[in-house]
């Protein structure tokens, strides 16, 4: 067997039975992963004042192959784990917007994306599986032909993922722990060189081999895996110099994971062999580590959290099965609980009395209260919701005063950094307070904001959304604030910074 292979250098041949690949997926997964994927944007709405971006949580995808009139097709398998959505508030006079709600709705496990490949040809696979160590050591399918999808929700929701996919056409399966230790299988492919009714054979190329010079060597006919059932790949020297010294490849226990789940296979040393100098042929067999058992439908609520007004109008509280929820507030009370038609609903508490005074001279749109009228800044409501002995919680933050000031996002080293802005109506433009004269304070969640407006999320067991609020202390006597959700760890710094600026 040459060492060219699709007119590449080649730097090792990969066989796998079809039935040993879906076993193993099978024990590392459910047939339906509940391990977090990518997050899917599915569409921007913008109306009076408000923003709302809508996204799916995905799972990572399962592997395996179906016959179809005797053809064997590649199929992957996603769950949808849920729905997130989040809304922004631009206020009247503000020139920024502030999260008010993160929606956040677990979905039964039966949701799932299918996706099909077009049948298997040799030398002609309708897909390959790359690995690539930067920027995040995933290993991805990728495919430049039509495929089929195939989906148990809604047909927008089908044709939204469709869309994604079509134009990403790839999907990462997962991350491995540890890089290569070789420079050629940094950058990895791998293209079906042959297939059977039981078996196929992967080609393994990296573009790292165009530095290589490869020998002309052949292996002798019948070598490459003949004595194996199950699992096997083929070293060649010229990429693994240690066989000439009749070492075993470095990497001999890294290469399975680019085939089967990280810790689904290991090396079988009863079956592996040298051929001379020239390769070494490394069998595998099943790992004795257990699998991961289905999880049962998660409990469903929402929102995750939001910010309201006090005196606003009762908030329904979304759950899956809400005629055999119970729901109870955690901790201390503010609003009240209804139940109405079936739904659950929270009643934010009543405006204060007396009345908040706000001061009409000022230098903002929006007049600032007087703090010596202000009992209250904000109160926190936390409400759990259990069904079937599973709880999942929900919070609202209730404002008794209005806003004046927005908060800017930005990021800066890696790092999430917030900015108070206001409109100055003297100056006729926006004007930022000076670091030295903003306080921040965390109302919800425990992500905390330095002096210099870096945005952390809490060092233990960190809440995935944070409510931070930033005071101008340009005025002693008066409330110049804002107020926003920061949806970090739940959403990266740099999905938060499009949030507030696209």
């Not at 530095?211 to 699992?231: H, I, K, N, R």
């Not at 109870?328 to 503010?334: E, L, N, R, S």
């Not at 340009?474 to 949030?499: D, M, Q």
């Amino acid at each position: 067997m040459s060492k060219k292979l699709h007119g590449k250098e080649i730097l090792g041949i990969a066989r796998i039975s079809m039935a040993i690949l879906d076993q193993l997926w099978r024990v590392r997964y459910p047939v339906l992963s509940s391990e977090p994927g990518d997050v899917i944007h599915l569409n921007r709405e913008s109306g009076s004042g408000t923003k709302k971006f809508q996204q799916l949580q995905m799972g990572r995808p399962t592997l395996g192959f179906r016959s179809i009139n005797s053809r064997s097709h590649l199929e992957l398998k996603q769950r949808v784990l849920r729905e997130l959505e989040v809304i922004l508030v631009t206020e009247a006079g503000a020139s920024g917007p502030w999260l008010s709600t993160v929606r956040k709705m677990e979905l039964p496990v039966s949701r799932v994306l299918t996706t099909t490949f077009p049948p298997l040809e040799p030398y002609a696979a309708p897909y390959k599986i790359c690995y690539k160590t930067s920027p995040r050591r995933e290993v991805s399918v990728m495919w430049e032909v039509a495929v089929e999808y195939a989906y148990s929700g809604s047909d927008t929701e089908k044709r939204l993922l469709s869309e994604h996919y079509n134009k990403q056409r790839a999907m990462a399966l997962y991350q491995m722990t540890n890089p290569p230790a070789s420079p050629y299988l940094q950058d990895v492919e791998l293209l079906v060189a042959a297939t059977t009714a039981l078996d196929m054979h992967y080609g393994v190329f990296s573009p790292s081999t165009s530095s290589m010079t490869m020998s002309d060597q052949t292996l002798p006919e019948g070598v490459t895996l003949t004595a194996l059932s199950e699992f096997g790949m083929d070293f060649f020297a010229a990429a693994f110099p240690e066989i000439e010294r009749t070492n075993v490849p470095v990497d001999k226990e890294w290469f399975p994971s680019l085939l089967v789940p990280p810790g689904t296979a290991e090396s079988d040393p009863l079956k592996s062999e040298f051929h001379g100098t020239i390769s070494f042929t490394a069998a595998y067999k099943r790992s004795s580590s257990g699998g991961v058992n289905m999880q049962p439908d998660p409990v469903s609520v929402s929102p995750l959290i939001s910010v309201v007004g006090a005196g606003y109008d009762k908030q329904l509280i979304e759950i899956a099965d809400a005629q055999n929820a119970t729901v109870v507030f955690v901790g201390d009370q503010h609003g009240a609980l209804e139940r109405s038609g079936g739904a659950h609903y929270y009643l934010p508490p009543s405006a204060q009395t007396p009345s908040i005074i706000y001061e009409a001279a000022c230098k903002t749109q929006q007049p600032p209260a007087q703090l010596d009228t202000l009992r209250e800044r904000a109160v926190v409501d936390v409400i759990k919701v259990t069904v079937n002995g599973n709880s999942a919680l929900s919070a609202f933050v209730t404002l008794y005063a209005r806003q004046t000031h927005y908060i800017k996002c930005l990021i800066n080293n890696a790092r999430l950094v917030l900015e108070l802005w206001y409109y100055d109506v003297e100056e006729g433009k926006d004007v930022r307070v000076p670091a030295e004269k903003t306080e921040w304070s965390t109302l919800q969640g425990n992500g905390s904001v330095s002096s210099a407006g870096v945005f952390t999320p809490g060092s233990s067991a960190p809440s995935t959304v944070s409510v931070i609020a930033g005071r101008d202390l340009g005025g002693s006597r008066l409330l110049y604030w804002a107020v926003t959700v920061i949806p970090v760890p739940l959403y990266s710094e740099a999905e938060t910074i499009t949030f507030f600026n696209d």
